[in-house]
């Protein structure tokens, strides 16, 4: 599986905008880039997964380069409950059910939204 | 629906006690997995399962074996506990798809 790289943490305040940028430079022609998000005390919580361009949903928007080596996670106007470590993961779905394959977590990013 | 249930929340072994972490999901999932995770350390794959019957290793195998005789239920089993197994323990599920459904953890203590 490619290997991730994440800053370690990062500041926000409620209302803005933040931008967590995962760098895999290995990334395979299968796979697809997965953001995690874990609060304390509890097991970590999909948030949104991509291959390429820019994905959205309710909760944040994917963007990723035509290289595919990037993503980054944006979350619109954090507030406090945002307020958790957020785990970027790179692999192949279907080797990982099918062959069982490893879903590796990095380290994460921790991010504290202050008020 | 209750997703993916884990028990006990919290444990406190002595060395060389055993224990069983248990593990149940009711969203007929046939991928399942346990997770130990350490301070500065993520989340690290210890055995996991493609199917009723089949276990395999993950990245950090040792001194964990499973057992995988239903869909529904993957247990932990620690055969001798020791003070490097101290960890958060988490019991994921999937099906095959996007995304992995976590437990809410098991917290273990060996002193």
């Known amino acids: 599986l490619a290997k991730t790289t994440q800053p370690i943490s990062m500041d926000s305040y409620e209302g803005q905008e933040v931008n967590i940028t995962c760098s895999h430079n290995?990334?395979?022609?299968?796979?697809?880039i997965t953001w995690y998000q874990q609060f304390p005390s509890q097991g970590p919580r999909f948030i949104i997964q991509?291959?390429?361009t820019k994905v959205t949903n309710e909760v944040a928007s994917l963007f990723i380069p035509a290289d595919r080596k990037s993503s980054t996670l944006s979350l619109p106007r954090v507030s406090l409950s945002d307020t958790a470590v957020y785990y970027c993961?790179?692999?192949?779905?279907?080797?990982?059910?099918?062959?069982?394959?490893?879903?590796?977590f990095g380290q994460g990013t921790e991010l504290s939204v202050k008020p | 629906n209750a997703g993916v249930t884990q028990t006990p929340k919290f444990q406190v072994l002595k060395t060389g006690q055993s224990m069983t972490l248990q593990c149940a999901q009711d969203?007929?999932?046939?991928?399942m997995s346990w997770y130990r995770q350490d301070p500065g350390m993520g989340l690290r794959l210890i055995h996991y399962?493609?199917?009723?019957?089949?276990?395999d290793q993950g990245e950090v195998p040792n001194g964990y074996n499973v057992s995988r005789s239903t869909t529904e239920d993957f247990p932990l089993r620690l055969l001798s506990a020791a003070p490097s197994q101290t960890s958060v323990y988490f019991c994921?599920?999937?099906?095959?798809?996007?995304?992995?459904?976590f437990g809410p953890g098991t917290r273990l203590l060996v002193l």
């Open positions: 993961l790179v692999g192949d779905p279907i080797m990982i059910y099918n062959q069982g394959g490893k879903l590796i």
């Open positions: 969203m007929n999932h046939e991928y």
């Open positions: 991509g291959y390429k």
């Open positions: 290995n990334i395979a022609t299968n796979d697809y």
């Open positions: 399962s493609v199917g009723a019957g089949i276990t």
């Open positions: 994921a599920t999937t099906d095959g798809k996007e995304t992995q459904y």
